[in-house]
């Protein structure tokens, strides 16, 4: 049995294997999606134990931050969902310091913990190449790797070449949902 802990201001966390999925870059922007289901609760240490739908298993420690963590009951199903590489913004320009913002956490409303935490990363990198068609835009980063990016607005990419030294700013969002057996 893994155990693993991803501090998202809830405490709750995210299996090694999604997780693992999760971090690969993302070409067109999809969303890496894993659905477990809460096989015990171990209330006095605040433990879950999921079942990921491989059948292994993690225990997930829930700390004081999951404020509705009384709600949990054995059965219900808990899905993470992943979603980065939407480049909302591309616009020329001379080096400048790379910034990132601090996360933002949203909780749910109801019953069931849950919640979404975003992020926001602004950095100067070389357009590699171009597809109008998708559109999305492959950029180099000053230490050599490469990325492709889904473009939210193709204005974005008018009059952008490859080469070009630009300044993007993209989102990565990571959101937990529990519901009840149906």
């Excluded at 870059?25 to 079942?51: F, H």
Aim: aromatic share 4%; glycine share 6%.
């Amino acid at each position: 049995m893994k155990t693993l802990i991803l501090v998202l201001g809830m405490s709750l966390g995210l299996s090694a294997s999604a997780f693992a999925q999760a971090a690969k870059p993302v070409t067109q922007g999809e969303m890496v999606s894993t659905t477990s289901v809460i096989t015990a609760i171990d209330s006095g240490n605040r433990l879950v134990t999921l079942k990921n739908e491989d059948g292994t298993t993690d225990v997930i420690y829930c700390g004081p931050e999951v404020k509705r963590f009384d709600a949990l009951k054995v059965g219900d199903r808990v899905t993470f969902r992943y979603h980065e590489s939407v480049v909302y913004n591309i616009t020329k320009t001379a080096d400048s310091t790379p910034t990132v913002s601090l996360p933002q956490i949203v909780r749910s409303a109801g019953v069931k913990p849950g919640a979404t935490i975003s992020q926001q990363a602004t950095a100067v990198v070389t357009v590699a190449a171009i597809d109008p068609k998708i559109p999305s835009v492959t950029i180099a980063t000053s230490d050599g790797n490469k990325m492709s990016f889904k473009v939210e607005n193709k204005k974005n990419i008018e009059g952008i070449k490859a080469g070009d030294k630009v300044q993007i700013t993209y989102t990565q969002a990571f959101a937990i949902t529990v519901d009840s057996p149906k």
